[in-house]
């Protein structure tokens, strides 16, 4: 009856399906604390920074520990993170200077599918509903395409920022980083 893996049904609870998803999702870490890093450079928001490193280390917390080793710590850091986005979400929109109305309507959409998401896993794993698995399964894949958006309109915030990684300071006396200064609207 169910026709469209999810998320965890793709990465997979065992050698070796499961270390090679766990080895990516790894190497997405370094991006991933780079971009919190530049928020943080943008910004100046301790809570952003702490949000920010809190909500990665809870993925992967759940990335890590499937369903199959711990369902309840795997839905802790899972709920942790869900929660965690959505202040994350609200100071890096408060603080965009160049994609806070694609960032909102992201965020509404992230949030939005959260309630049918919902009503699909209880349908499944309560009510035994045929073809509910499926619909959460496409639900919770809108999830990472929605967060990786999300995130994907950063680059358009960090045009401002310039990074040297040579020897010889930047113009304005700096060694690794300068903020273009950009005028209020």
């Known amino acids: 009856d169910e026709w469209f893996p999810s998320v965890s049904a793709t990465i997979g609870s065992f050698y070796p399906e499961r270390s090679i998803f766990q080895a990516l999702i790894a190497l997405a870490a370094i991006p991933r604390f780079l971009l919190i ?10 809570t952003t920074l702490i949000i920010g490193l809190v909500r990665t280390l809870s993925c992967g917390g759940w990335v890590y520990i499937t369903s199959t080793d711990d369902q309840d710590v795997h839905d802790l850091f899972m709920i942790l993170y869900i929660a965690l986005t959505l202040p994350w979400n609200v100071y890096v929109t408060k603080s965009s200077e160049k994609s806070k109305k694609w960032r909102k309507l992201i965020s509404i959409g992230f949030f939005g599918t959260m309630v049918p998401l919902v009503q699909h896993f209880v349908k499944h794993k309560v009510h035994m509903v045929p073809g509910a698995y499926s619909i959460y399964a496409l639900l919770g894949w809108s999830l990472v395409a929605l967060d990786i958006a999300f995130d994907a309109f950063s680059i358009k915030d ?3 920022i310039e990074i040297n990684l040579g020897l010889e300071p930047l113009q304005q006396g700096t060694w690794l980083f300068k903020r273009e200064e950009t005028s209020s609207k």
């Open 37 to 46: 890093l530049g928020h943080y450079y943008l910004s100046g928001s301790i």
């Open 158 to 160: 960090f045009t401002s």
